[in-house]
């Protein structure tokens, strides 16, 4: 059983069961590398585990025919309040990656935004999606690439840019060192032996990955006068590609669209942001997957919000499995929400079949939540509709 077929309800009922299905297609690490945080993962448990901390103040008695789940953002009429997240090495979940995910995006009216580290030309994503698509942008490779990136992005009629400012090094993903990730990326043939049988265990995944020419350099680095930078080691390339602020004055020159300033967790940040001139921002830990210990996404939400005081619209990112957590984080002030792992699992277990079906899942569960709120729309989503810790309160 394969595609939409294979992720059909009762095979797949919510987004956390798509996780054994990829689990059981792709190698172990390419799944931790997906599933997986920095160091103790504690950031990345509680990423999920602060919705609980939200409860509901619902209206009862409210009968609702249907419910407007549109959004704005950067001045796209999105259909849902959720984008699909960047992530990165997607075509190595499945072939498909980047290209498959965008187009699913574009069919449900949302969203794709696009990672530096993909397996597939950014215009082609363009091309394959009906929706915006926006470009995130690390410096890899140095201005030059950059600049090169930002100008292919604005050819190809990319609609935003968004610069993550949480990378000044990469964190340490323990899953990602004990499965070898490195070495069967950028290591020699040697290197990448003690490997081989794990990928030899999922012998679909891996003809795909063969048919598929294996893993390309990354097409959208391009180094002047050296070519697409190759992959080797992504943390020894992100540590010599850190965002200063500094760095947003010079992209500025170089895009003239929106940009959305990606990693803020803090007041002081997001006044920066501000000033620097963001458009938006998301307010994200990188789905724990840098610095562990840091609050949780939408604990931080509360305290970016009241800094921005409606200058620039909020978003947030880390966590969301379901539409009861999207809802939750747009009572607390986010205009909407992305989602990666959410939609990456499906990708893995079924390529652009896993992606669709987990977007209607989302949509699914962000309808009946509402019409059980007794809300007729996102839009009249606010604090009233939710039971808030007090030290939450206090903070914001």
Request: proline letters at 5%.
């Amino acid at each position: 059983m394969t595609g939409a077929r294979a992720v059909a309800s009762p095979h797949v009922v919510c987004i956390e069961d798509f996780r054994p299905l990829a689990r059981r297609r792709i190698p172990k690490a390419v799944f931790d590398y997906l599933d997986g945080g920095a160091e103790g993962e504690v950031t990345l448990r509680e990423n999920c585990r602060a919705f609980q901390d939200v409860t509901f103040r619902p209206r009862h008695a409210v009968a609702l025919a249907s419910c407007a789940l549109g959004t704005r953002v950067l001045g796209f009429d999105l259909a849902l309040p959720f984008l699909l997240a960047p992530v990165g090495y997607s075509r190595l979940m499945h072939p498909g990656g980047e290209v498959a995910a965008a187009r699913a995006a574009g069919a449900a009216g949302t969203a794709y935004i696009l990672s530096t580290i993909s397996g597939h030309k950014l215009e082609d994503v363009k091309a394959g999606s009906t929706g915006p698509v926006f470009y995130q942008l690390y410096l890899m490779g140095g201005r030059g690439a950059a600049e090169a990136a930002i100008e292919r992005a604005r050819v190809a009629g990319f609609s935003a840019l968004v610069v993550t400012i949480d990378t000044a090094v990469s964190g340490i993903r323990e899953r990602d060192y004990r499965n070898g990730m490195k070495e069967l990326i950028s290591g020699t043939v040697f290197e990448k032996i003690p490997y081989i049988p794990e990928l030899l265990k999922h012998p679909g995944w891996l003809l795909d990955y063969v048919r598929d020419g294996g893993l390309p350099g990354l097409p959208n680095v391009i180094i002047p006068g050296k070519g697409p930078m190759p992959l080797v080691d992504i943390n020894a390339a992100l540590a010599a590609a850190a965002v200063m602020w500094t760095d947003l004055r010079w992209i500025r020159e170089h895009w003239k669209g929106p940009i959305v300033v990606k990693g803020v967790l803090t007041a002081d940040d997001a006044r920066r942001a501000v000033d620097e001139g963001a458009a938006a921002i998301s307010v994200s830990n990188h789905g724990g997957r840098q610095l562990d210990g840091l609050p949780a996404s939408v604990r931080a939400l509360p305290e970016v919000v009241k800094a921005v005081n409606g200058q620039i619209e909020v978003l947030m990112d880390g966590g969301v499995r379901r539409g009861t957590d999207i809802v939750k984080a747009i009572c607390l002030g986010a205009r909407a929400v992305l989602c990666g792992r959410a939609y990456a699992y499906g990708l893995a277990a079924a390529g652009e079949a896993g992606v669709t079906r987990a977007i209607e899942i989302l949509r699914t569960d962000l309808e009946r939540t509402l019409r059980l709120l007794g809300c007729p729309s996102v839009a009249a989503l606010d604090r009233s509709y939710v039971n808030v810790p007090a030290a939450w309160e206090q903070a914001s």
